[in-house]
């Protein structure tokens, strides 16, 4: 091997010796800069996508963190929500009371604890009064005729399933005029909530009959003296089933129990006025009855005869 081709297999493997070093040089590097980036690498990262899911899926609450490391509950949906309607007569609670109320928001009378369905007491509503011919003064109510004709029938959204019956409705009209009825009737549709249909007879101490339709208020009523409440049984009532109702209550009845050897029972009330046993559970024996402002009476021995109307000793206290 001649000078020149001994200096060129020296400058081949100095080259390749170069090409190895630098492989393996990089070869380090990256190993270094893997474990540096797993070393860097946060706990449970490869489980953080999962965890929000399993937390919604197995909780009723999702809590967010706050910057100081303690969760806190998600506003409550009264917070965030908008009000349903701006007519809604139901107060409604802010979402962070204030210490007290500022003139341009008057804190709203708290809502009444009683057992009232829509009509309820210290209330004025307003509607339209309405004229018919209410005959002996009987209706939907079952109350028979009336020795009374100062009665009127109530549209069927404030009748809300014979709840109304019995109600005693101080109505007044614009000219000053005023006229106390007794439900005894339902007015059906197209009678709009609020409108009261009056019988000829308490029509007329308002307005002249021949006018109609009359713009209106009216308010709850609980009267200075309507006698003592009497219990009817319906027509068909024996110890196997039995419809009973009460009459003359001075307040809007809320509930009607019958006693049975497992205690006082509630029965249903049917549009027609009527508290039902359809098992005859209680027929014939003590019977609980409670006004909408939670007052209960107990009346013994009345008999299970149908039709008959028995007089108590008992009434509702006055409000």
Not at 35 to 62: H, I, K, Y
Not at 145 to 167: F, H, V
């Amino acid at each position: 091997m001649n000078m020149q081709e001994t200096r060129r297999a020296a400058r081949q493997r100095r080259r390749r010796r170069g090409l190895m070093v630098g492989t393996t040089t990089g070869l380090v590097v990256t190993g270094l800069l893997v474990c540096l980036v797993m070393t860097m690498r946060p706990d449970g990262e490869e489980d953080a996508g999962r965890a929000p899911a399993t937390a919604v899926a197995n909780s009723q609450e999702t809590r967010t963190p706050t910057s100081s490391g303690r969760t806190s509950s998600p506003p409550s949906p009264s917070a965030v929500s908008a009000s349903p309607s701006a007519s809604a007569t139901t107060p409604k609670a802010s979402a962070t009371p204030s210490a007290a109320p500022s003139a341009a928001s008057p804190r709203k009378a708290p809502a009444t604890s009683s057992l009232a369905g829509r009509i309820r007491p210290k209330v004025t509503y307003r509607g339209v009064a309405t004229v018919y011919k209410a005959g002996v003064g009987d209706g939907a109510c079952s109350y028979g005729p009336s020795a009374d004709m100062m009665i009127a029938a109530m549209n069927t959204t404030d009748y809300e399933t014979s709840k109304a019956c019995g109600a005693y409705v101080r109505v007044r009209a614009a000219n000053g005029a005023s006229v106390t009825v007794r439900i005894t009737n339902e007015c059906p549709l197209p009678c709009a909530p609020g409108q009261l249909d009056l019988s000829e007879q308490a029509f007329a101490e308002l307005a002249p009959t021949s006018t109609g339709r009359l713009a209106i208020t009216w308010s709850l009523l609980s009267p200075d003296a309507p006698g003592t409440i009497s219990i009817r049984y319906k027509n068909g009532s024996s110890p196997y089933w039995c419809g009973i109702q009460a009459i003359g209550h001075r307040n809007p009845l809320a509930r009607l129990e019958v006693r049975t050897s497992g205690g006082w029972r509630q029965l249903a009330r049917t549009d027609y006025n009527y508290f039902l046993s359809p098992d005859g559970s209680g027929c014939g024996g003590a019977i609980r009855i409670t006004d909408i402002f939670g007052e209960r009476l107990t009346v013994d021995g009345i008999a299970l005869r149908p039709e008959a109307v028995q007089p108590t000793r008992v009434q509702f206290a006055r409000h």
